[in-house]
């Protein structure tokens, strides 16, 4: 049976992968087998991939394509090929290596794969200091920082039907 903070990890990787709450997906195993290091235990994508579909299989036939929390443990995490797969490189019997597996997955947490971390340098707030903007961008922003808009802007367009300098502007039915 699964801990509270293993099913409690399995739905945080579920949220971010876009699914449901105690339902993992083919997606979500994979990014629980990255983002926990699960290489290390001896179980690559390719190994989760298939393990996971034999779980599917056992759970629900042709068309189940998620897993609870408890059932990903009980199919996936205690299956026999787990065990021959990942005892060797844990250095445990094959009935310990469920229990090590889980206790992994129950530590991880997911990451955040290809985006923007912050800055660590300190030179940021400058950037964000609208007081110290020179030339057009000045004109941009008012005193508390917060931006004009549409209304900060010199160069807007007209949309009278005349060209930009033409100074008779309003003069064609005075005559």
């Known amino acids: 049976m699964a801990t509270a903070e293993f099913k409690e990890v399995c739905n945080k990787f579920s949220a971010s992968t876009g699914g449901k709450p105690n339902e993992i997906n083919n997606k979500c195993m994979k990014k629980i087998c990255v983002d926990c290091d699960l290489a290390k235990c001896g179980i690559s994508s390719t190994d989760a991939d298939i393990e996971f579909s034999g779980a599917l ?54 990451k955040g794969h290809g985006t923007t971390g912050t800055s660590k340098t300190g030179g940021v707030a400058k950037m964000t200091d609208a007081s110290q903007y020179t030339g057009a961008h000045k004109e941009r922003f008012d005193a508390d920082g917060k931006g004009k808009g549409a209304a900060g802007r010199e160069d807007k367009a007209d949309n009278s039907g005349y060209v930009g300098n033409y100074k008779g502007d309003g003069t064609y039915d005075k005559k």
Do not use: F
């Open 57 to 110: 299989a056992k759970a629900g036939g042709k068309g189940k394509k998620t897993l609870t929390p408890d059932q990903l443990y009980e199919l996936w995490i205690c299956s026999n090929g787990m065990k021959k797969k990942c005892a060797g490189k844990l250095k445990c019997d094959a009935e310990e290596v469920g229990a090590k597996v889980a206790e992994k997955i129950a530590g991880g947490a997911p």
